[in-house]
């Protein structure tokens, strides 16, 4: 009896023993998933220091790099609604999104002013058109013609002539002509060309008092500025004639005055409705800074492609009007 008592005593004990060793060890804390792993790896812009912009960008740029393995556990078709959602996105919800971040900076890209032409030229004081540094070349002629606004399908051809050597004149108009018409002078300008002051009414001058002269001169740039937004910066007296009076009030009203070193003759008798003659002045006449006298003439629109082809052929160039500095020297 005792022997049996003992024999089930020793197998109790071997059974505790066997169970004690076959019960797992807990793992270690340390080696565990973080809570909110997943969370982490879709880290908010503010949390990881991205800025507004950047995430503009980052929605507008295409991506050069695969999403990470953690922002595809979802489904393949969770992420492609997520990208179309990204490529389509609402422009409204987006400056929405960024808190007027995204707005802002359309304006300030596209609301830049363009740069002030480089003054590369003055104008001496016989009227020629001098290089200021040593980069400009000094084989260029200035364009100018008088006497404007007048017909627009004139008009019109002059300009697709310069457009077409790619070049810039002066057109020098009259206050009367202007308020007769407006929209050529705005055409003129939108076609980014130069206008000048001409006087109002294209009298001499030279013979007016302070007074009038003055006002001939002051009216023309109220109504050129109310017309395209912007004053001219050059003024040519009507027949070449002004004197110290007529010096002073275009300097008090910030133009360079100018006659000119080239004259056409177009508006003179000899060369009327005869466009060869018209290149045939120019040409005689012709010399580095060349400040040419024109007019809108039909002879002259009609003389116009071939005289820029032959200067071109001399190796002139021609001169941007805004890059002539405002003082003579």
Same mark, same amino acid.
């Given at each position: ?10 197998? @109790? ?16 804390? %340390? ?15 503010? $949390? ?16 050069? !790099?695969? &999403?990470?393995? *953690? ?5 393949? $078709?969770?992420?492609? %609604? ?19 971040? $995204? ?7 596209? =609301? ?12 001496? +004081?016989?009227?020629?058109?001098? &290089?200021?540094?040593?980069? @400009? ?30 070049? +810039?004149?002066?057109? /020098?108009?009259? *206050? ?30 030279? +013979? %007016? ?8 001169? !002051? ?11 912007? +004053?001219?910066? /050059?003024?040519?007296? &009507? ?17 360079? /005055? ?10 003179? @008798? ?46 002139? =160039? /021609? ?5 002539? !500095?405002?003082?003579?020297?």
């Amino acid at each position: 009896m005792v022997k049996q008592t003992a024999v089930l005593l020793l197998a @109790a004990c071997l059974t505790l023993t066997a169970c004690s060793q076959s019960e797992p060890v807990p793992e270690s804390t %340390e080696t565990s998933s973080q809570p909110g792993q997943q969370e982490d790896s879709g880290t908010s812009n503010e $949390a990881s220091g991205q800025s507004p912009e950047d995430t503009m960008k980052d929605q507008t740029e295409t991506p050069t !790099e695969a &999403p990470s393995t *953690g922002d595809r556990q979802d489904s393949q $078709a969770s992420s492609e %609604e997520s990208e179309a959602s990204n490529d389509s996105q609402d422009p409204a919800t987006e400056v929405e999104d960024h808190q007027g971040e $995204a707005e802002p900076r359309k304006n300030t890209d596209q =609301g830049e002013q363009p740069e002030a032409a480089v003054m590369r030229y003055h104008m001496n +004081k016989v009227y020629n058109i001098v &290089p200021s540094e040593e980069s @400009a070349p000094e084989k260029v002629v200035l364009l100018t013609f008088d006497d404007g606004p007048k017909e627009e399908e004139m008009l019109l051809q002059l300009l697709d002539t310069l457009d077409k050597h790619d070049a +810039k004149a002066i057109f /020098f108009v009259n *206050g009367y002509r202007v308020e007769e018409n407006p929209e050529l002078l705005k055409l003129i300008h939108d076609r980014g060309q130069t206008i000048g002051n001409h006087s109002w009414d294209h009298i001499d001058l030279k +013979k %007016e008092n302070s007074a009038s002269v003055k006002q001939q001169i !002051e009216d023309v740039q109220q109504i050129v500025e109310q017309e395209i937004g912007v +004053k001219p910066r /050059f003024f040519r007296p &009507p027949f070449g004639s002004g004197g110290d009076t007529v010096k002073q009030t275009a300097k008090e009203n910030d133009l360079l /005055f100018m006659t000119w070193s080239n004259g056409s003759l177009d508006w003179d @008798a000899s060369t009327r409705n005869k466009p060869e003659a018209v290149i045939r002045n120019v040409m005689e006449q012709l010399h580095p800074g060349s400040n040419i006298l024109m007019h809108e003439l039909p002879w002259t629109v009609d003389a116009l492609d071939e005289l820029l082809t032959q200067l071109k052929s001399k190796g002139y =160039g /021609f001169v941007n009007p805004e890059e002539i !500095e405002p003082e003579m020297k």
